[in-house]
């Protein structure tokens, strides 16, 4: 099992950059796939951004591609999420995940972090 907790969210202006961090605890992190999701205001969980195990294969949602990159740190237990050029669409909370494969599936990965909050004004 992987702990995972989010940090850097907050407030900021259409077109300003937002870095996003995920730290985690357990032995399996450097066998994992890593995943950020988000759920904007009323609506549900999506997919943004996942990296592989070794972080040679990315895969991103059509909305963020050209805008965000990910990327892991795995002697740091850490994965990140580079928000650059932001949009009041944006707005959701952001949560990691850890699991199994890369995939954009919510049911491939079993940890989830608590969420870290991101409000862009437009």
């Known amino acids: 099992q992987v702990k995972l907790v989010e940090s850097g969210g907050g407030l900021v202006q259409a077109g300003d950059s937002l870095r996003l961090s995920c730290g985690a605890s357990?032995?399996?992190?450097?066998?994992?796939?890593l995943v950020w999701f988000r759920q904007p205001p009323g609506k549900e969980r999506e997919f943004v951004a996942a990296?592989?195990?070794?972080?040679?294969?990315?895969l991103f949602a059509d909305s963020v591609k050209g805008r965000f990159t990910i990327s892991r740190d795995n002697a740091k237990n850490s994965v990140y999420l580079q928000m650059n050029t932001l949009k009041p669409e944006d707005t959701a909370v952001y949560y990691c995940?850890?699991?199994?494969?890369?995939?954009?599936?919510?049911?491939?990965?079993?940890?989830w972090g608590q969420g870290t909050q991101v409000t862009v004004s437009s």
């Open positions: 995940a850890a699991g199994g494969r890369l995939s954009t599936a919510q049911v491939m990965y079993g940890d």
């Open positions: 357990g032995s399996i992190f450097n066998s994992a796939a």
């Open positions: 990296i592989s195990r070794s972080g040679g294969s990315t």
